[in-house]
């Protein structure tokens, strides 16, 4: 049949397999261009990084936050209960707004951010 | 079309060397192929090869389709050794020499064989135009379907099989006479 393929096999550069040599020489000579890469990252890629664990924490934070403002309503009605914010493990500063029975500010929420809750 | 490589075009534009590197190894065959399409050199493609990634990957933020990337880079391929041929006319290479220089040493017999070969299919692939010598090295050295190869080049499926046809023909006649000459 004249329309076989043709056996290119001789002009293979690496007999089937990818080429090692020609690889890493490509590879290292891109080294500057990925490092100057690494260094330029966008700005709004980093404050990416930087605002998704911030944005958890906050969540975390309004979650236990909301519970411990609901516990408060109900220890300042009854201060027996006020063995429950420790009894539950919520975090020093949130066990203390509930003991206490208020709203946390904006400055308590900060400090306790800073203060890894 | 293909997700990795969007997905490793995305790290890569990060400065990720993992993800360059699989991009290297996953398009490197056909980047050479195609160089050695317009080069008709093994030595030369390997070079327009190394500096087409290089381009690509100084032009990675340009590349608006990740997942065509590989498209993307056999043009930057093609034109960069098209700047290459234009540039070393002056001083041609003859593809015997370089064969001769490929030799390992190792299995000299073999070795020889092989390079009389290589040289001979790149004198065959010297006759072709550059869009029959890239659809034949795509398609029978390394494994592209007309497909692959119509997208790539912008043409029809039928023409790519035509270009294919055509190839194998000369290229098989040429292979022979060389035969018949030598073996006279």
């Known amino acids: 049949m004249i329309d076989n393929p043709v056996d290119l ?3 293979d550069p690496a007999a089937g397999g990818v080429p090692e040599e020609l690889v890493r020489s490509i590879v290292a000579r891109a080294g500057p261009e990925l490092a100057r890469r690494t ?7 980093v404050l990416a990084d930087w605002a998704r664990p911030t944005f958890a924490a906050a969540a975390v934070l309004a979650a236990v936050s909301l519970l411990g403002f609901s516990l408060a309503r109900q220890i300042g009605a009854d201060p027996r209960l006020r063995w429950v914010p420790e ?21 308590d929420l900060l400090l306790a951010m800073e203060g890894g809750l | ?15 990720d060397a993992a993800a360059f590197d699989g991009l290297v190894r996953r398009h490197v065959r056909a980047a050479h192929a195609v160089a050695l399409a317009v ?48 540039f070393e006319r002056s001083r041609p290479t003859s593809p015997l020499e370089l064969a001769a220089g490929r030799s390992s040493g190792s299995r000299p017999g073999r070795d020889a064989e092989r390079a009389e070969m290589r040289a001979r299919l790149l004198g065959g692939l010297a006759t072709l135009s550059e869009v029959q010598r890239e659809v ?49």
Request: with cysteine; charged share 30%.
């Open chain 2, 39 to 86: 080069l008709g050199n093994a030595e030369d493609a390997e070079d327009a090869c190394q500096d087409a990634f290089i381009k690509a990957l100084e032009r990675l933020d340009q590349c608006r389709e990740p997942e065509r990337f590989v498209g993307w880079l056999l043009q930057i391929v093609r034109n960069g050794a098209r700047n290459r041929l234009r």
């Open chain 2, 136 to 184: 034949v090295l795509l398609h029978d050295l390394e494994g592209w379907a007309h497909r692959e190869i119509a997208d790539l080049l912008g043409l029809a499926e039928g023409t790519s099989r035509f270009h294919l046809s055509v190839a194998r023909r000369k290229l098989r006649l040429l292979l022979e006479v060389l035969v018949t000459e030598e073996e006279r």
């Open chain 2, 1 to 15: 079309m293909s997700d990795l490589d969007a997905h490793l075009v995305a790290r890569a534009r990060a400065g």
């Open chain 1, 39 to 45: 260094d330029r990252r966008e700005p709004m890629a």
């Open chain 1, 87 to 107: 009894a539950l493990g919520l975090p020093g500063p949130v066990a203390e707004w509930v003991t206490e029975g208020r709203s946390p500010t904006g400055d």
């Open chain 1, 9 to 11: 096999s001789a002009l």
